[in-house]
T-cell receptor, first 117, second 112 residues
């Protein structure tokens, strides 16, 4: 069964450093998402991406964050200058069709645990 | 008011009992509703989705939706210790972006 994959599974970085989290969505999916979950808190939407552009972003997704689909398979989240409060699990998700197809669902990857020291 | 609110938990039930998990949402434009199970340190795993008023059954799981009351629930029949996890309610509005808004989750413990 196709699945969303993410690398690395765990990333440790120093405050102020740049990190890139990588995701490979399911191959025939067109909509891509990043969510984060701070330890003990709820899953929060960061950004959605379609047709090589951001379709929606949350207040969390400020100028420190960017997303890119550099090739036909990868979808990346970059944090330019990490802060302690960026420590969280970051989940990538993909969906075959738009949110208007209400029977369609998102498939989540296993997540990347980001630790900022 | 939170966009998606779940009963706070933790919820503890004996093995074989019915576990009832509840969720309310604030956006009347919400179109589809999802229940995920999440084990500690793992990603959300989809259990069920529902988009029409009424009940939807899948094995031991039943999702119930009442759009007039802005309420969605998940019943787990014959609860097993392996059902012990945090259950997340997620809501999608009918937008092209299709993002999900999650509740805080309810932690369920099924005691043998």
């Amino acid at each position: 069964e196709p699945e969303v994959t993410q690398t690395p599974s765990h990333q440790v970085t120093q405050m102020g450093q740049e990190v890139i989290l990588r995701c490979v969505p399911i191959s025939n999916h067109l909509y891509f998402y990043w969510y984060r979950q701070i330890l003990g808190q709820k899953v929060e939407f960061l950004v959605s991406f379609y047709n090589n552009e951001i379709s929606e972003k949350s207040e969390i997704f400020d100028d420190q964050f960017s997303v890119e689909r550099p090739d036909g398979s990868n979808f990346t989240l970059k944090i330019r200058s990490t802060k302690l409060e960026d420590s969280a699990m970051y989940f990538c998700a993909s969906r075959r069709s738009s949110g208007r197809a209400i029977t369609d669902t998102q498939y989540f990857g296993p997540g990347t645990r980001l630790t900022v020291l | 008011q939170k966009e998606v609110e779940q009963n706070s938990g933790p919820l503890s039930v004996p093995e074989g009992a019915i576990a009832s998990l509840n969720c309310t949402y604030s956006d009347r434009g919400s179109q589809s509703f999802f229940w995920y199970r999440q084990y500690s340190g793992k990603s959300p795993e989809l259990i069920m989705f529902i988009y029409s008023n009424g009940d939807k059954e899948d094995g031991r799981f039943t999702a119930q939706l009442n759009k007039a009351s802005q309420y969605v629930s998940l019943l787990i029949r014959d609860s097993q210790p392996s059902d012990s996890a945090t259950y997340l309610c997620a809501v999608n509005t009918n937008t092209n972006a299709g993002k999900s808004t999650f509740g805080d989750g309810t932690t369920l413990t099924v005691k043998p």
